[in-house]
């Protein structure tokens, strides 16, 4: 598995947009100088995850992005899977390979799908709302819910 810009860069401008919840619209200059994020680049994943309903756009002088859905509801899984698209392939076994060992190839196979299940496991219990709670309580401003 390999994140690209477009995964990071795109996860680090919802995380900013996350951390202005409710706050109306952010413009994606400003995204992009906070997140050091080429602000041409980042109109183009903007647009992606616009269609993907992870954002909202307003046009005009007061303008610009805000998320769809609140920030505990957009796991980690949702914005890579948008912009990557599946982080592990679903079918592991390549085609052109002809064992003449199959239980091997189905242990290896086994260790692929594993693989992908933890992962997708993983960001699928994360938030962009969890990462705002890290950088409160790294700040000191930490919000604790009962």
Known sequence: MRISSK????LRALFDLAQRYGEGPVQSDDIATRQG??????????????????????RGPQGG???ARAPETI?????LTTLEGPLL????????????VPEDHSLVDEVWVGLR???????AEMTLDDLCQRK?????????YI
């Open 117 to 123: 299940a933890r992962l997708e496991g993983l960001l």
């Open 75 to 79: 796991t980690l899984l949702d914005v």
């Open 136 to 144: 409160r309580q790294r700040s000191g401003n930490a919000m604790y």
């Open 65 to 67: 992005h805000m998320l």
């Open 37 to 58: 994020i080429p602000v041409n680049y980042l109109n183009q994943l903007l647009i992606t995850m616009r269609r993907a309903g992870l954002i909202e756009s307003l």
């Open 7 to 10: 995964g990071d860069y795109g």
């Open 89 to 100: 392939p679903s079918e592991p076994t390549r085609e052109d390979l002809v064992p003449t």
